[in-house]
């Protein structure tokens, strides 16, 4: 998959195969399991160096060095050298899944058993001594067809890890003292390999000034929103100074990247930037978001990152929402509420950020709650248009979070659900989300861990890839809703009775 400012993982099978084993059986199973993962639709280099002991290693370093590997799959044909195979994972240095095969016939018992099911315990045990995180998934002894499933899915959750590693987060301006709860302990962020640049709102203003009005890159961006929004451009003469302000960040984007090659913001985006800019961003934002740069609002550095992670999983533009109101039984009248219970049930909102391509409906607005703060609400909104507003897209979806906590230690959630085709009947870019057993969710861990407002949304269920690049990138803490038979942490039991 290739997607703009995301990494393409190139995959590379390094067969393993301990020196008692005949070495022709891991060559054998390896080829095999090379051309299921071609049948499957996976990209891969075989490496010709199979690893029997450590200068194997190097051979085959250098071999996927040179046809620039960022992410490999170290394959137990047999019972494998334990050794040699971690030690290939911790030189290599990036993203490494362990698989291994498993027998393919009885006939084939004497002459040609591989014990890999034996050798991944010792594998497993090596990974440990080495103080190394590998992928291993569930199921990691199969057959060709069967592993070739699961590299597929390595695939995606290697991208995601390789961005997180290779991405810098461009903020401008502080946090606002309201929103505390979207706080960023950097050294969290440093640990994962993220680079973070924090900017006074001011610099952001500079470059705005010093793009003229007439700046012959400005008329192509207006002629582009005003396709996108159609029957939506409520405000046309608007347009201008957005499309001034979506430069201002493309210029900022490209000259901030430094040594990283993917780049994503988290800024400000009030009360002191509509008066000096004389706009809302969120439409801006959309439009970013849209082409793979999510721009996090109020400065929510940890939200910009779980906006890219949910974009890296699945190639969909993603948003940032605020978990935000109940939903009123008097909306569900004869709803499908996919599995869902009332009390699961909420609204995720935020003013205006969402891309157009993932909304059912949407149009140019002002931002209501700015508007009681910063205009007379009786006369003609200004300084609070740019919104985009309307019903979020229905479908599937991932809502995710990846965050320091107040102990600057790494936590997260993970919650897949739908979300639903009701109209929400208020404003903002707003949808009702059903996430099975949510409302404990919400209380024992959003509530019980302290998790901020915002939460990143894939339009596209995604969990399981989050769930393992989160593990791989070394995140310990990671929260998923829970059946009604098992109690989390601190929960009273008579709840459920």
């Given at each position: 998959m290739d997607l703009p400012n995301a990494p393409k993982v190139k995959l590379a099978i390094v067969g393993v195969s301990r020196d008692c084993f005949p070495i022709e059986l891991t060559r054998t199973r390896l080829g095999k399991l090379s051309d299921a993962c071609k049948a499957a639709g996976v990209d891969v280099y075989t490496c010709k160096t199979i690893i029997e002991s450590e200068n194997d290693?190097?051979?085959?370093?250098?071999?996927?060095?040179?046809?620039?590997?960022?992410?490999?799959?170290?394959?137990?044909?047999?019972?494998?050298?334990?050794?040699?195979?971690?030690?290939?994972?911790?030189?290599?240095?990036?993203?490494?899944?362990?698989?291994?095969?498993?027998?393919?016939?009885?006939?084939?018992l004497m002459g040609g058993r591989g014990d890999a099911y034996c050798g991944m315990l010792n594998a497993s045990?090596?990974?440990?001594?080495?103080?190394?995180?590998?992928?291993?998934?569930?199921?990691?002894?199969?057959?060709?067809?069967?592993?070739?499933?699961?590299?597929?899915?390595?695939?995606?959750?290697?991208?995601?890890?390789?961005?997180?590693?290779?991405?810098?987060?461009?903020?401008?301006?502080?946090?606002?003292?309201?929103?505390?709860?979207?706080?960023?302990?950097?050294?969290?962020?440093?640990?994962?390999?993220?680079?973070?640049?924090?900017?006074?709102e001011l610099e952001l203003l500079d470059i705005y000034n010093a793009i003229a009005e007439n700046d012959p890159e400005i008329a192509p961006i207006v002629k582009?929103?005003?396709?996108?929004?159609?029957?939506?451009?409520?405000?046309?003469?608007?347009?201008?100074?957005?499309?001034?302000?979506?430069?201002?960040?493309?210029?900022?984007?490209?000259?901030?990247?430094?040594?990283?090659?993917?780049?994503?913001?988290?800024?400000?985006?009030?009360?002191?930037?509509?008066?000096?800019?004389?706009?809302?961003?969120?439409?801006?934002?959309?439009?970013?978001?849209?082409?793979?740069?999510?721009?996090?609002?109020?400065?929510?550095?940890?939200?910009?990152?779980?906006?890219?992670?949910?974009?890296?999983?699945?190639?969909?533009?993603?948003?940032?929402?605020?978990?935000?109101?109940?939903?009123?039984?008097?909306?569900?009248?004869?709803?499908?509420?996919?599995?869902?219970?009332?009390?699961?049930?909420?609204?995720?909102?935020?003013?205006?950020?969402?891309?157009?391509?993932?909304?059912?409906?949407?149009?140019?607005?002002?931002q209501v709650i700015m508007n009681r703060l910063m205009e007379d609400p009786t006369k003609e909104p200004d300084i609070t248009r740019g919104t985009l507003e309307g019903q979020l897209k229905p479908g599937p979806t991932t809502f995710f979070r990846l965050q320091g906590n107040a102990e600057g230690e790494l936590v997260s959630y993970i919650a897949d659900g739908n979300i639903l085709d009701i109209d929400p009947m208020t404003f903002g870019g707003i949808g009702i989300f059903a996430i099975p057993g949510f409302a404990r969710f919400y209380r024992h861990v959003l509530i019980g861990k302290q998790f901020p407002h915002h939460g990143a949304v894939a339009f596209k269920t995604c969990g399981k890839a989050l769930y393992d690049a989160a593990a791989l990138l070394g995140v310990e803490d990671i929260n998923v809703p829970l059946p009604n038979t098992t109690l989390y942490s601190g929960e009273n039991p008579f709840e459920l009775t």
């Open positions: 290693v190097m051979a085959a370093l250098a071999e996927v060095g040179d046809v620039g590997a960022n992410a490999a799959v170290i394959y137990l044909g047999n019972f494998g050298p334990e050794g040699p195979a971690t030690i290939f994972a911790r030189r290599f240095g990036r993203p490494v899944m362990f698989c291994a095969a498993a027998e393919e016939s009885r006939s084939t045990y090596n990974i440990a001594l080495r103080n190394l995180i590998a992928y291993i998934p569930q199921m990691p002894v199969g057959l060709p067809d069967e592993l070739a499933k699961k590299i597929k899915h390595f695939e995606t959750v290697a991208r995601i890890v390789l961005g997180v590693m290779d991405v810098k987060i461009v903020s401008y301006g502080p946090r606002p003292q309201d929103f505390f709860a979207c706080n960023a302990p950097i050294k969290p962020l440093y640990n994962l390999g993220v680079e973070v640049m924090e900017n006074s582009d929103m005003t396709a996108e929004l159609g029957k939506g451009n409520t405000y046309p003469d608007l347009l201008p100074k957005l499309a001034r302000f979506e430069l201002t960040l493309t210029r900022a984007f490209k000259a901030n990247l430094g040594s990283r090659q993917y780049g994503i913001f988290a800024n400000k985006c009030w009360p002191a930037f509509e008066g000096d800019f004389g706009f809302v961003p969120c439409y801006v934002n959309s439009r970013l978001a849209s082409r793979g740069i999510p721009v996090a609002c109020e400065v929510d550095i940890y939200g910009a990152l779980s906006e890219y992670m949910c974009y890296l999983a699945t190639g969909i533009a993603p948003t940032l929402l605020d978990i935000n109101n109940t939903v009123p039984v008097d909306m569900l009248a004869g709803a499908d509420l996919k599995g869902a219970s009332p009390v699961d049930l909420f609204m995720g909102f935020h003013c205006g950020n969402t891309p157009s391509c993932c909304m059912k409906n949407c149009a140019m607005n002002y």
